[in-house]
T-cell receptor
Framework: SQELEQSPQSLIVQEGKNLTINCTSS?????LYWYKQKYGEGLIFLMM?????EEKSHEKITAKLDEKKQQSSLHITASQPSHAGIYLC????????????FGTGTRLQVTL | GAVVSQHPSRVICKSGTSVKIECRSL??????MFWYRQFPKQSLMLMAT?????????EQGVEKDKFLINHASLTLSTLTVTSAHPEDSSFYIC????????????FGSGTRLTVV
């Protein structure tokens, strides 16, 4: 079974609308990373969350970490076509700050 | 910020040949680098963890003799796909970690390997 589950798997939103992507872990989260990927390209770092209750924002993207629920959410406000891509959450579930385990990914399309 | 350079970005090779992919940390020293594989429309699957000066640690199910990893310096790790076959065609991405920074893990731009 997948250690990190993302929902939804895909999302189509109209430009200007808000959206939320969730990442739920079956194991304790010691660090949670959000990345964006264009198909066939590398990963662009968005944010890193380490402490329960932590919330970070960058431009129109906000990420939160709920340590108790072993869950993180990524919220995009007033979506734009430039937000389209694949969003991946990656987590350290070993507590050793070694490898990252990745979620299943969420494919976002923004329509005009 | 931290930058990881990965080359080549695309490579096409014939079945039976070997292909080397390089991953370099340009402005920091990476004691640990990771190699991932990504199939179309799927997430990243960790193949191996590469530590400078020591043997790589492979994930379960990854053939170490097929995917040779060398981490000869603090800024360079290489992945060699030996005797490549069409089923090895995939997108390979490396990552280098610099602990203590906000961006922790930095990823290369990936290499699309096509074996014909």
């Amino acid at each position: 079974s997948q250690e990190l589950e993302q929902s939804p798997q895909s999302l189509i939103v109209q430009e200007g609308k808000n959206l939320t992507i969730n990442c739920t872990s079956s194991k304790t989260l010691y660090g949670l990373y959000w990345y964006k990927q264009k198909y066939g390209e590398g990963l662009i770092f968005l944010m890193m969350l380490q402490k329960g209750g932590e919330e970070k924002s960058h431009e129109k993207i906000t990420a939160k970490l709920d340590e108790k629920k072993q869950q993180s959410s990524l919220h995009i406000t007033a979506s734009q076509p430039s937000h389209a891509g694949i969003y991946l959450c990656g987590a350290d579930v070993t507590g050793t700050a070694s490898k990252l385990t990745f979620g299943t990914g969420t494919r976002l399309q923004v329509t005009l | 910020g931290a930058v990881v350079s990965q080359h080549p970005s695309r490579v096409i090779c014939k079945s039976g040949t070997s292909v080397k992919i390089e991953c370099r940390s340009l402005d920091f020293q990476a004691t640990t680098m990771f190699w991932y594989r990504q199939f179309p429309k799927q997430s990243l699957m960790l193949m191996a963890t590469s530590n400078e000066g020591s043997k790589a640690t492979y994930e379960q199910g990854v053939e170490k003799d097929k995917f040779l990893i060398n981490h000869a310096s603090l800024t360079l790790s290489t992945l060699t796909v030996t005797s490549a076959h069409p089923e090895d065609s995939s997108f390979y991405i490396c990552s280098a970690v610099q602990l203590g920074r906000d961006y922790g893990y930095t990823f290369g731009s990936g290499t699309r390997l096509t074996v014909v």
